[in-house]
């Protein structure tokens, strides 16, 4: 059997599972909810649903129901990259134009919890300590770690999932 590229449909089912994120991250936005609630993990359930819909439909249409357990991984890999790039632009927007305040509401966070944990800490070193913290919270940097972040966890689900979507040649010789 001829080996066929899973590249250009790992692409497609990519982009359509980003999207599918960004858009429930928007509807979560306008609908105001906040950002430690429970309902992003459905985010990750839409992840893990796009990458097993992406892995079995590609094993169906373009395999011919084949696939062994390394395409199913790399599937799954390519999937998670190209979702993982959409997502990483997609934050830096979000981040930088759609709701900046996600930055400065994460600044006040860590000011709190330095001052819980640590209340008689002298104002140089507090500012010392936002000004590490303030590096590292713009949006390229905070885009850069998500799509990295995305990365990880979409490899880590693709082992996983690969498990499920492998399938062994099942005719007779």
Same mark, same amino acid.
């Given at each position: 059997?001829? =080996?066929?590229?899973?590249f250009s449909?790992?692409? =497609?089912f990519g982009?359509?599972?980003?999207?599918?994120?960004?858009v429930?991250?928007?509807?979560l936005?306008l609908?105001g909810?906040d950002?430690?609630?429970?309902?992003?993990?459905?985010g990750y359930?839409?992840?893990?649903?796009g990458l097993y819909?992406?892995?079995?439909?590609?094993r169906?249409?373009q395999?011919?129901?084949?696939?062994?357990y390394g395409k199913a991984?790399g599937?799954?890999?390519l999937i998670?990259l190209?979702a993982?790039?959409?997502?990483?632009?997609f934050?830096?927007?979000?981040?930088?134009y759609i709701n900046?305040?996600v930055?400065?509401?994460?600044?006040?966070e860590? =000011?709190n919890?330095i001052l819980?944990?640590n209340?008689?800490?002298s104002?140089?070193d507090l =500012?010392?300590?936002?000004?590490m913290?303030k590096?590292?919270?713009?949006?390229i940097?905070s885009?850069?770690?998500?799509?990295?972040?995305y990365v990880i966890?979409?490899?880590i689900?693709?082992l996983i999932?690969?498990?499920?979507?492998k399938?062994?040649?099942?005719?007779?010789?």
């Amino acid at each position: 059997m001829e =080996q066929k590229s899973t590249f250009s449909p790992a692409m =497609q089912f990519g982009l359509l599972t980003g999207l599918a994120m960004v858009v429930f991250t928007l509807i979560l936005f306008l609908a105001g909810v906040d950002m430690h609630s429970y309902w992003n993990l459905f985010g990750y359930i839409l992840y893990v649903g796009g990458l097993y819909w992406g892995m079995t439909s590609i094993r169906e249409k373009q395999l011919e129901g084949v696939m062994s357990y390394g395409k199913a991984f790399g599937t799954g890999f390519l999937i998670t990259l190209f979702a993982s790039v959409l997502l990483g632009i997609f934050a830096f927007f979000y981040l930088k134009y759609i709701n900046p305040s996600v930055l400065a509401n994460k600044l006040t966070e860590v =000011q709190n919890k330095i001052l819980t944990a640590n209340p008689d800490i002298s104002d140089a070193d507090l =500012q010392k300590a936002l000004d590490m913290v303030k590096m590292f919270s713009t949006p390229i940097v905070s885009s850069i770690s998500g799509f990295i972040g995305y990365v990880i966890s979409g490899t880590i689900f693709s082992l996983i999932i690969a498990i499920f979507a492998k399938r062994g040649d099942r005719t007779l010789a």
